[in-house]
């Protein structure tokens, strides 16, 4: 079983909608989360850190439910400049980061 | 500007040869990574240091080799042992439980 879970997609979806994307944990002593987002043939950019009680950033909220172990992130009125792999990851502690093989979204016009 | 600068941009390497990677950053981080990224893959670690002087092994540390003599810097090496190099490679830094930020990475191919 994959330490860090996410459905690699892609997701495809008009301008405008929302789409959310899920991440499984399998390490429960698990600290810290994060959402990046990467595009293609660049490096991973952080798009937001995910605390327990939720946060918001704009068209973009983050979840973390501990007790299932999954973290959410909720992209409102999609734009097109969303387009681009979005990767969970887990900081397991000891500084050891678990990155997620990404979630591919495609915002089309 | 405070970053992570990842040289070169692409690197060609021979059969047989020894290539080394350079990262730096100037943000003042104790803790900087390696990871390999193949094409349609997630990040996979091959060294960290969480110190100067002292680095551990990630899941992929075959064929690679790290230093750590400087807080700024943690060049890797991709030894002739590591069979199929291309890849490419990114390195970060963090600081604590922060998150970690990225150089804009170096594509290796073999020759």
Not at chain 1, 16 to 35: D, H, I, L
Request: glycine share 8%.
């Amino acid at each position: 079983r994959k330490e860090v879970e996410q459905d690699p997609g892609p997701f495809n979806v008009p301008e405008g909608a929302t789409v959310a994307f899920n991440c499984t944990y399998s390490n429960s002593a698990s600290q810290s989360f994060f959402w990046y987002r990467q595009d293609c043939r660049k490096e991973p950019k952080l798009l937001m850190s995910v605390y327990s009680s939720g946060n918001e950033d704009g068209r973009f909220t983050a979840q973390l439910n501990r007790a299932s172990q999954y973290i959410s992130l909720l992209i409102r009125d999609s734009k097109l400049s969303d387009s681009a792999t979005y990767l969970c990851v887990v900081r397991e502690g000891n500084n050891d980061m678990r990155f997620g093989a990404g979630t591919r979204l495609t915002v089309k016009p | 500007d405070g970053g992570i600068t990842q040289s070169p941009k692409y690197l060609f390497r021979k059969e047989g040869q020894n290539v080394t990677l350079s990262c730096e950053q100037n943000l003042n981080h104790d803790a900087m990574y390696w990871y390999r990224q193949d094409p349609g893959q997630g990040l996979r670690l091959i060294y960290y240091s969480q110190i100067v002087n002292d680095f551990q092994k990630g899941d992929i540390a075959e064929g690679y080799s790290v230093s750590r003599e400087k807080k700024e810097s943690f060049p890797l090496t991709v030894t002739s042992a590591q069979k199929n190099p291309t890849a490419f490679y990114l390195c970060a830094s963090s600081r604590g439980e922060g998150p970690q930020h990225f150089g804009d990475g170096t594509r290796l191919s073999i020759l």
